[in-house]
């Protein structure tokens, strides 16, 4: 019953992000995330404490990137992080694979050199973070993924998460960091009158909550 209400509260809360602009859509964007973290507390016996944890860092990312005026990028994507990191820890706890723990390790450092590397005199903290969070998400797919047949809502979600992230890096990117040229079909499909980041974006973090509650995590 109590997931069936939070299903049908975050179908509206959906229709109204993918329909309005405004304040209207902005109060329901972040509404539908403090409804995922309400369903883990409601559910919180049978609720993983990195899943909640992490739910909790998804909170307050979206209050500096999307509540919050003007924008902080840089704290958001460090309360990401913080929620990458949770679920990569839960995952860990679930595999305990040293391999696949140390090859995170080994991704997030190629990413971060990667990073200087391409960018050199612009670099930044936000840039840093930003992919280090995007090859932590990258991992956990991939971690997830080993065990499809017991954490199919986790998997699902990692790669929703994954497609929103790919759009709004690629947003932020253009011009400050890569030059995509307007006019062109990716600046097009970037910036397009539809938020297509939020298409794939709620109904990950819906599914994610589903995974934190037993009996839910493993189907």
């Known amino acids: 019953m109590i997931t069936g209400i939070y299903l049908f509260l975050e179908t509206i809360l959906y229709a109204i992000i993918i ?3 405004g304040e209207l859509q902005v109060a329901a964007s972040y509404i539908s995330i403090l409804c995922c973290f309400a369903y883990l507390l409601i559910n919180i016996r049978q609720c993983d404490g990195f899943i909640l944890g992490a ?3 998804t909170v307050m990312a979206d209050y ?3 509540v919050h005026s003007p924008i902080q990028r840089l704290w958001g994507m460090v309360f990401f992080l913080g929620a990458q990191t949770l679920y990569a820890l ?3 706890f679930w595999q305990r ?3 696949l723990l140390i090859l995170g ?3 997030i450092g190629a990413a971060l050199g990667i990073t200087v590397v391409i960018l050199r005199e612009k670099t930044d903290a936000l840039a840093l973070i930003s992919l280090c969070y995007y090859a932590n998400l990258a991992m956990n797919i991939v971690v997830a993924f080993t065990k499809w047949k017991s954490c199919k809502l ?3 979600g990692f790669v929703l998460f994954l497609l929103c992230d790919t759009v709004i890096g690629l947003q932020v990117a253009s011009g400050a960091y890569l030059p995509i040229a307007e006019g062109s079909w990716l600046h097009n499909v970037l910036f397009m009158n539809f938020p297509l980041a939020w298409f794939f974006y709620l109904p990950s973090q819906v599914l994610l909550a589903l995974s934190g509650v037993k009996n839910s995590a493993r189907t």
């Open 64 to 66: 500096f990137l999307v």
């Open 55 to 57: 739910s909790a860092c």
């Open 105 to 107: 390790f080994v991704l």
């Open 90 to 92: 839960r995952l860990h």
């Open 97 to 99: 694979n040293k391999l």
């Open 154 to 156: 986790l998997c699902i």
């Open 19 to 21: 329909t309005q602009r």
